[in-house]
């Protein structure tokens, strides 16, 4: 199997998609000759032209309104946000419209939009520029919300968005465009909701979320020198949530650390604890443990930024102090 980077998979999803399906095209700033502001969408002007990769005005609210009304027109539009911070201006045409539109036309109405939107911090691009707010969107009924770790995922997940009927919001951590892995040459979809499970082990269950697996990956080899076996499971979508896969481990394990770089306070582990707590109380031996990012700004200067992400061995922390 080819190796490709995390960039070069959505590349190729989007470009495989826009060949089968003539109804599917993107918009976005600087998506044409461009290629996107982190050069995802390199190439795909000059193959398919100007209708069907689309530069918009500086206005993530035309951009997200315009792929909402073109979605429920019948076209299947993915559009791109320069950065998961800018959705702010947008959030009414996304919430109030894309997400509300098939409930409130009685099923009627589909709205099969994809957003993409990078987000993250470690690249020094400030508070307005680095967030994680996937919290935002799972919050949200009528969203599906996927946020893939590694280039296979991102390949078969944007895939999957962009054939599903419902509006996606589809978060790429920006850390991980140049991480590498095996990606398939032909087009593959991964089912929306189905959870993977990245690494086996038999004493204690890390949920991790985005370029946090990798991290999470790191902490089960320190805790495997320590005699710990950490299971690393990726929800790969935070709705629809995989809970059966995090049960089935958490039976296995007995113990739950959940790790995110987004805020702890409010962030998806909050959700994702919760369940665990209601359904799953009997298994757990110890109380559940959250990894995530202190309830301040990302910060500029690189060793406050640095310090602000969490890293493995605050994942090692956190599982040591269960078991």
Not at 23 to 51: P, S
Not at 218 to 235: F, M, S
């Amino acid at each position: 199997m080819p190796e490709k980077t995390y960039l070069q998979a959505l590349n190729e999803a989007l470009r495989q998609e826009m060949e089968r399906d003539e109804k599917v095209f993107i918009m976005g700033e600087d998506v044409g000759q461009f290629g996107g502001c982190f050069g995802v969408t390199q190439g795909l002007f000059e193959k398919f032209g100007e209708e069907r990769v689309r530069d918009t005005p500086i206005t993530e609210s035309v951009i997200v309104g315009c792929a909402a009304g073109a979605a429920a027109s019948g076209l299947r539009p993915v559009a791109e946000l320069m950065f998961v911070d800018f959705i702010g201006v947008a959030m009414d045409q996304l919430f109030n419209q894309a997400a509300k539109m098939r409930f409130m036309f009685g099923g009627k109405a589909t709205v099969p939009m994809t957003l993409r939107m990078p987000q993250g911090a470690g690249i020094g691009a400030a508070a307005q520029h680095s967030q994680s707010l996937e919290a935002w969107f799972m919050h949200i009924p009528g969203l599906k919300v996927v946020i893939p770790s590694t280039p296979y995922d991102a390949k078969g997940l944007l895939i999957s968005a962009i054939r599903d009927d419902s509006p996606t919001v589809f978060l790429e951590h920006k850390m991980l465009y140049g991480v590498s892995g095996e990606v398939p040459d032909e087009a593959y979809a991964i089912e929306l909701g189905k959870a993977d499970v990245k690494r086996e082990g038999s004493d204690v269950t890390i949920v991790a979320t985005s370029l946090m697996v990798h991290t999470a990956l790191a902490a089960a080899e320190k805790l495997k020198a320590d005699g710990i076996e950490a299971e690393v499971v990726d929800p790969r979508c935070l709705n629809p949530l995989d809970k059966y896969t995090i049960i089935e481990s958490i039976k296995k394990t007995n113990a739950l650390v959940i790790a995110h770089e987004a805020v702890q306070y409010a962030g998806p582990g909050a959700e994702i604890a919760a369940m665990a707590a209601e359904e799953a109380l009997d298994y757990l031996d110890a109380p559940i443990k959250r990894v995530g990012a202190p309830f301040c700004p990302v910060p500029f200067s690189p060793p406050l930024e640095k310090a602000y992400i969490p890293d493995a061995d605050d994942i090692v922390a956190a599982v040591k102090s269960i078991r």
